[in-house]
């Protein structure tokens, strides 16, 4: 097999039309997903409950709209279509060196992992069946606390996961995050980087608080402390001005939603 072929393949993918737009759809998809979310977290400050607020819980509740099913294969598609595109970017990594581009090849390989995750969980809810986060981080925790050197491991994606969520929220903070945008002028533009910076902070503090609940979980070798995006966000009512944080972060995922979906139009793909 020729050692470039893989490399070709992606350079293929990149340039066909058609997978450019199943790429800009996937983005669409992930921006409805992230609404949801928001809104099931301002559900939650309000005391009115609505769910979970993560992927699994927006997807449940899009399984329970008309035509529910179609819409979640519809979501499978557009997300595996961006973890090609992912891949295919992994591949092709562009960089100055050798640094830069592993460090791009982390990045989309991470996206194309997420992406996958997600799609798959859709495809579990479009067949009739459920999915749950919040216990397979604990079942994953469990099993790790029991094994040998398995809180170090614990611990250890505990600190990967935070540093992941503060990425997020480095590349908001920055606005890094329109180095792969075309961003238009006027106040279109200024718009999208406003949603692009509220979007990647609030979601990036989520994603941290993730990290932070599994490092607590290792420290007192407590499984149920482990959790998703819906135990951390949860989590915060039990903090001063809990609700207003809880507010505050649900807003900043609708924000990114909406990003997400204005990034299907000016990503640069």
Known sequence: MNI?????AARTAERSQ???????TGYVVLGIIHVIIGAIA???????????????????????????GVLLWGIAIGLFALAIWSVAEALLARGKDEKEKWGERLKEGGKAVTYLAVGATAIVFALGGSSDSSESSQGLAATLIQAPGGVFVLALIGLV????????VWRGVRVSFTESLNVPSGAVGSALVAL???GYVAKGIG??????????????LDPEQAG???AALKSLLELPFGVVLLWAIG???????????????????
């Not at 807003?251 to 793909?269: E, F, N, P």
């Open 18 to 24: 058609t997978f450019r737009i199943l790429a800009r």
């Open 196 to 198: 692009g910076v509220a």
């Open 228 to 230: 998703g995006l819906d």
């Open 161 to 168: 996961v935070l540093g992941i969520g503060a990425g997020f």
């Open 251 to 269: 807003i900043g995922i609708i924000a990114y939603g909406a990003y997400s979906v204005a990034r299907a139009k000016y990503a640069r793909l």
């Open 4 to 8: 470039d072929s893989p490399k070709d």
């Open 42 to 68: 301002i559900s939650v400050a309000t005391g009115n409950g609505g769910g979970e607020a993560e992927e699994s819980g927006a997807l449940e509740q899009i399984a329970k709209t008309p035509f529910g």
């Open 207 to 220: 994603v941290a608080i993730v990290g932070v609940l599994f490092v607590v979980a290792a420290f007192t």
